[in-house]
């Protein structure tokens, strides 16, 4: 017992402290991205899904309560604005290379996320699921950062738009081929462009490790159609809310 | 690396004072995007620090939404009662999504060839 108590003292103090929450955040994180780098980048060895799901397990078995453990973690969630923001240069590289088809992939980015969220709001409402879980398939498929500041204007969850936002992102990775080729599109910018919208930041990885060019049109779309919905959502739902019943 | 983290950090602040004050429904990172879009149309390139940063930010942006993920430890009960709603919801959307946006730009490029054949040959009659 007398030699428990030092150890226990150290515990106390060091879950009290925001670096823990840090610590297992990054840790988890670097792990599951080793395993990534391991299994050559397959999207099912998803670096975030293995570090929320151990991070779940860890606070789980610590009994340490969510607020507490974002009080530490919320340094790195503060950086998903900085991290918006940044998404400018991607967008800017992929303007200088698509002269002339601007306005091809801004009526395909439309289209494209409209087909997506009505979809996932239909099927989700048709199939039963609470007002929680209709409302966080709004911004689901755009990119995190930009899926959470629309939650918060639609006064929806922004955890499950967030952890929505990554189960699609993998599927998408993993999908986005298999939907392609069934279509027989084969031009890389336009495989790109559409895994870039419906995949975001995974399909990115995903066609970069592929196709440079498919890359960098990805990363335009991914920017772009969050760009689109972060003005677009908000407006368009506040009109039709009431008509929609959701 | 800091110079570039500075501007990024600037733009933000721009979009966030933007958004505060004249355009509250757009998210103020959103608005710093725009920004700096526009900024670097106007300069014409992107300086080296700024595009090593935003590198960074996009090689790990996964690592930034990890803690807001862990909050689906809140919503286990409400997901395990909707599972097959939301995989199905997940998955057909999904699907929908990458046809839809491919299908669009292939109907699009092909007219646009056609169009460019069109013209190509009608400047080849020319020459004739």
Same mark, same amino acid.
């Given at each position: ?30 792990? &599951?991205?080793?395993?990534? /780098? ?9 670096? $975030? ?13 610590? @009994?340490?309560?969510? @607020? !507490?453990?974002? @009080?530490?973690?919320?340094? $790195? ?18 303007? !200088? ?24 709001? $239909? ?5 039963? #699921? ?18 959470? &500041? ?56 995903? #066609?970069?490790?592929?196709?440079? @060019? ?6 335009? #779309?991914?920017?772009?159609?969050? /760009? ?7 407006? $368009? ?10 | ?11 933000? =602040? ?15 990172? %959103? ?5 700096? %879009? ?5 300069? =014409? ?54 046809? %839809? ?22 400047? =080849?009659?020319?020459?004739?």
């Amino acid at each position: 017992m007398n030699k428990r108590l030092p150890i226990s003292e150290v515990w106390v103090y060091l879950s009290g402290d925001p670096l823990f929450a840090l610590i297992i955040t990054l840790a988890t994180y670097q792990f &599951g991205y080793l395993l990534y /780098v391991r299994a050559k980048r397959h999207p099912l060895v998803n670096p $975030v899904a293995i570090s929320v799901i151990l991070t779940c397990v860890i606070i789980d078995l610590l @009994e340490m309560p969510y @607020e !507490k453990y974002f @009080e530490g973690a919320q340094f $790195v969630h503060f950086l998903l604005g900085t991290a918006t923001v940044a998404l400018a240069i991607p967008i800017y590289n992929g303007f !200088k290379r698509m002269q002339g088809k601007i306005l091809h992939i801004w009526v395909a980015l439309t289209a494209g996320s409209t087909v997506s969220i009505v979809s996932a709001v $239909v099927i989700a409402k048709l199939m039963g #699921a609470g007002d929680n879980i209709v409302g966080s398939m709004y911004a689901k498929s755009v990119t995190a950062p930009i899926a959470m &500041g629309i939650a918060e204007r639609l006064n929806v969850s922004p955890t499950l738009t967030v952890v929505f936002t990554v189960i699609t992102g993998m599927l998408g990775a993993i999908l986005a081929p298999y939907i392609m080729n069934a279509l027989k599109i084969h031009q890389w910018w336009i495989r790109g462009t559409a895994i870039g919208v419906g995949a975001h930041g995974l399909g990115i990885t995903r #066609a970069f490790s592929v196709n440079e @060019e498919a890359g960098i049109y990805a990363s335009m #779309a991914m920017g772009l159609n969050g /760009v689109i919905s972060a003005i677009g959502l908000p407006i $368009v739902l506040t009109y039709l809310r009431p008509y929609l019943g959701f | 690396m800091i110079s570039g983290l500075v501007q990024l950090f600037l733009w933000q =602040g721009l979009g966030e004072l933007l958004s505060k004050f004249f355009l509250p429904s757009i998210p103020g990172p %959103v608005l710093g995007l725009l920004l700096l %879009v526009a900024f670097l149309c106007v300069k =014409g390139q992107v300086n080296t620090d700024l595009a090593e940063v935003a590198d960074a930010f996009r090689q790990h942006l996964g690592l930034l939404f990890v803690p807001a993920s862990v909050g689906v430890v809140l919503f286990l009960p409400d997901l395990k009662t909707h599972a097959l709603a939301v995989s199905t919801a997940l998955i057909v959307s999904v699907i929908l999504t990458i046809g %839809v946006t491919a299908i669009v730009l292939k109907v699009f490029w092909y007219f646009s060839l056609k169009r460019s054949k069109g013209t190509a040959m009608s400047k =080849g009659h020319r020459h004739e």
